[in-house]
């Protein structure tokens, strides 16, 4: 079974893993969504009719406060968000254009770059719909928080499993894209447990570290990495990490429940979603930029590193159409989303200091890191990690405001 941070939409209660066992095995949870909605809802329609809250992409822009960047021409103009997923979907780019219609934001050609033998779309197929529905969603939610940012879809041909299969196609279009200098920040809404890699059990980890390269191409390039940390709610220390999430180059990108009212503001402090992935990783090393923090995470690389909105009680509005029997409205959720939103903060950020970031964790485990905002409520499942102050398993050093984020870079 994939674990890509499949969609978690409306409509569908979640239901999340309580024991390490259950995590470790099967970090992402895919859900299926039933019926969309002919049109989004605001909260408090969402709230008394589908039992949830429900977002737009202006209520998402508020919560994090990206509209001071606006006011300023900050849009991602003249940066590109590299989006990689399996298969990815025949409609995003009309879905993309209603989303926009639908929310007023200005459209954006989305570049389909096909690596590989990519099949005809089956709608029929539980597999290539799956990846559509989360190609969908990445896309969407990195272009409700960078509308002026450029978009490269990756489509590869291979679906991402378990362990190494489907891997090798996705680090190969990274490294293509990084080598064509196309990309200044990527979002990976998939990953794998370490412990699924070829011989992990006795020791040898050269079946996922030779994967690799790409990212280390990256950082040389300066290009900005992002995973979903996962939708498992962590595991304890000695199970193992969730790759890519649990690599050094990457930011691992965990998951809050949003609590807002219908204009975006907020109604309650951020918390700590139930799903939210934190994992100690059994392959990496603790990184320098996790120094400060190595009372929680020992001596090896430790997740996530900042949480955004992913509880699917809190989703974001998206549309789709890549199965004609079921055009219409659907709630994200999960990391999956959250990763992807965290992009589009970075494409901002760029644009903002008129260069890469590249690998951003060195920024956010600043000491004193402006618009870092701490998450201390919640935990991940009934037996998971607590939200405490300061760094955690839960939420990594909690959330952002994007405007103060953008304004302490240096």
């Known amino acids: 079974m994939s674990t890509r941070a499949l969609l978690i939409a409306a409509l569908v209660a979640a239901t999340v893993p309580t024991t390490a066992t259950a995590a470790a095995v099967t970090p992402m949870i895919p859900l299926q969504h039933t019926a969309v909605q002919p049109a989004p809802l605001p909260t408090d329609q969402c709230l008394a009719q589908l039992k949830r809250h429900c977002y737009s992409p202006q209520q998402i822009q508020a919560a994090y406060d990206v509209n001071p960047l606006y006011a300023r021409g900050i849009t991602g103009k003249g940066r590109t968000i590299v989006i990689v997923d399996s298969f990815g979907s025949p409609t995003i780019q009309h879905d993309l254009e209603v989303f926009d219609k639908q929310?007023?934001?200005?459209?954006?050609?989305?570049?389909?770059?096909?690596?590989?033998?990519?099949?005809?779309?089956?709608?029929?197929?539980?597999?290539q719909s799956g990846w559509a529905g989360e190609s969908t969603l990445d896309v969407e939610a990195a272009h409700a928080v960078a509308p002026g940012a450029k978009i490269v879809l990756v489509?590869?041909?291979?679906?991402?499993?378990?362990?190494?299969?489907?891997?090798?196609?996705?680090?190969?279009?990274?490294?293509?894209?990084?080598?064509?200098?196309?990309?200044?920040?990527?979002?990976?809404?998939?990953?794998?447990?370490?412990?699924?890699?070829?011989?992990?059990?006795?020791?040898?980890?050269?079946?996922?570290?030779?994967?690799?390269?790409?990212?280390?191409?990256?950082?040389?390039?300066?290009?900005?990495?992002?995973?979903?940390?996962?939708?498992?709610?962590?595991a304890p220390a000695g199970i193992g990490g969730f790759w890519p999430s649990s690599d050094p180059l990457v930011t691992a990108i965990?998951?809050?429940?949003?609590?807002?009212?219908?204009?975006?503001?907020?109604?309650?402090?951020?918390?700590?979603?139930?799903?939210?992935?934190?994992?100690?990783s059994q392959v990496f090393d603790r990184p320098a930029y996790q120094n400060g923090v190595k009372s929680v995470v020992?001596?090896?690389?430790?997740?996530?590193?900042?949480?955004?909105?992913?509880?699917?009680?809190?989703?974001?509005?998206?549309?789709?159409?890549?199965?004609?029997?079921?055009?219409?409205?659907?709630?994200?959720?999960?990391?999956?989303q959250s990763s992807p939103l965290f992009a589009g903060v970075v494409a901002l950020a760029d644009q903002a200091v008129g260069h890469r970031l590249g690998q951003i964790d060195n920024q956010i485990y600043r000491p004193h890191a402006q618009g870092i905002v701490d998450v201390t409520a919640g935990q991940t499942g009934a037996n998971g990690y607590p939200a405490v102050p300061g760094y955690?398993?839960?939420?990594?050093?909690?959330?952002?405001?994007?405007?103060?984020?953008?304004?302490?870079?240096?």
Do not use: C
């Not at 200005?106 to 770059?113: H, K, M, N």
């Not at 609590?259 to 100690?280: C, E, F, I, M, Q």
């Open 392 to 410: 955690d398993h839960a939420t990594g050093v909690g959330t952002l405001d994007a405007a103060r984020f953008v304004a302490g870079l240096r």
């Open 298 to 336: 020992g001596a090896k690389r430790g997740t996530p590193d900042i949480s955004l909105d992913a509880d699917p009680d809190g989703g974001l509005w998206i549309y789709s159409s890549y199965d004609p029997k079921a055009p219409g409205w659907w709630l994200g959720g999960g990391t999956s």
């Open 103 to 127: 929310f007023g934001l200005p459209d954006t050609q989305v570049e389909v770059l096909k690596w590989g033998e990519v099949p005809p779309f089956d709608p029929t197929d539980p597999d």
């Open 155 to 234: 489509e590869t041909a291979v679906a991402e499993t378990e362990g190494p299969v489907g891997v090798p196609e996705m680090m190969s279009a990274i490294n293509h894209l990084v080598n064509a200098g196309e990309g200044d920040v990527v979002s990976m809404s998939w990953g794998t447990g370490e412990r699924h890699f070829p011989g992990y059990e006795v020791g040898d980890y050269t079946s996922l570290t030779s994967q690799r390269y790409a990212f280390q191409n990256a950082a040389k390039h300066g290009v900005t990495l992002a995973a979903s940390s996962g939708d498992g709610g962590g």
């Open 254 to 280: 965990g998951g809050t429940h949003l609590d807002l009212d219908n204009t975006g503001k907020r109604v309650n402090p951020d918390s700590a979603w139930t799903g939210s992935g934190g994992y100690v």
